[in-house]
């Protein structure tokens, strides 16, 4: 079964304050498949996981489309909350948050796709924490 790793992650300088989102998928051999970055403007930092963790299925309907097929999907993020409450091991309780969760949850559904969400550490997430920045720092210099 081939897999696609993807790794996910929101910046934001200020909470509230200018945000962007970094995507980073790679393949079963660690090769860089697809990236992606984007300014988000001003967003709190958990919904600029959020989006980052949603932006990456448009990425990997992208790939699907192109004619590549993967078994299974593992995402991975370094935010603790947002991993959490989307395998459904803490609450959802701000409601925009809650709408964000719910989204994830519908395209992915819509994608047909098997997948896992997975925490690790800052430092694991290197890449997709540089584009996020970059994102930033494209829109605000």
Do not use: W
Not at 40 to 50: F, I, S, V
């Amino acid at each position: 079964m081939r897999i696609l790793k993807v790794f996910t992650d929101g910046a934001s300088r200020g909470n509230p304050g200018q945000s962007g989102i970094g995507v980073v998928v790679y393949d079963e051999n660690n090769f860089i498949v697809e990236s992606r970055k984007e300014y988000l403007g001003e967003t709190t930092n958990n919904q600029a996981e959020y989006r980052a963790i949603i932006k990456s299925l448009d990425v990997l309907k992208k790939i699907f489309e192109s004619g590549k097929d993967f078994g299974c999907i593992e995402f991975y993020s370094d935010s603790e909350l947002i991993v959490n409450q989307l395998n459904f091991n803490y609450a959802v309780k701000e409601p925009g948050l809650a709408l964000l969760n719910n989204k994830f949850h519908v395209k992915a559904k819509k994608l047909g796709i098997k997948f896992s969400i997975k925490h690790i550490e800052r430092s694991l997430n290197k890449a997709a924490d540089r584009l996020a920045n970059l994102a930033i720092d494209s829109k605000t210099k």
